[in-house]
Nanobody, 122 residues
Framework: QVQLVESGGGLVQAGGSLRLSCAAS????????MGWFRQAPGKEREFVAV???????KVYADSVKGRFTISRANAKTVYLQMNSLKPEDTAVYYC????????????????WGQGTQVTVSS
């Protein structure tokens, strides 16, 4: 059984930074394409970023491009460095993983984490 656990969320002021982590657990994990989504109350879950299993491909939503950086330490650990945070970045951030990069980008991954709250104050 594969589980994704996010960490690193919290409360920050606008302009501040946070680093989110996603750790995959399980004896077998081959769904190495991993990414991040976010969902604010009353809104649809939206794509934030994805990274290929090798780290060679990174795709960002326009809303975070230039401010957020997705990276990975290995096949099971992915980070989202969030800089220059804005109040509109406030949301629950979810980690996602799949054996297909396109499935993660499309929001239909094999696995979802439970989410971590990010709140950006003015």
């Amino acid at each position: 059984q594969v589980q994704l656990v996010e960490s690193g969320g919290g409360l920050v002021q606008a302009g501040g930074s946070l680093r989110l982590s996603c750790a995959a657990s399980g004896r077998t994990f081959s769904s190495g394409n991993m990414g991040w989504f976010r969902q604010a109350p009353g809104k649809e879950r939206e794509f934030v970023a994805v990274i290929s299993w090798s780290g060679g491909i990174k795709v960002y939503a326009d809303s975070v491009k230039g401010r957020f950086t997705i990276s990975r330490a290995n096949a099971k650990t992915v980070y989202l460095q969030m800089n220059s945070l804005k109040p509109e970045d406030t949301a629950v951030y979810y980690c996602a993983a799949d054996s297909k990069l396109d499935a993660v980008k499309a929001g239909s991954p094999d696995y979802w984490g439970q989410g971590t709250q990010v709140t950006v104050s003015s």
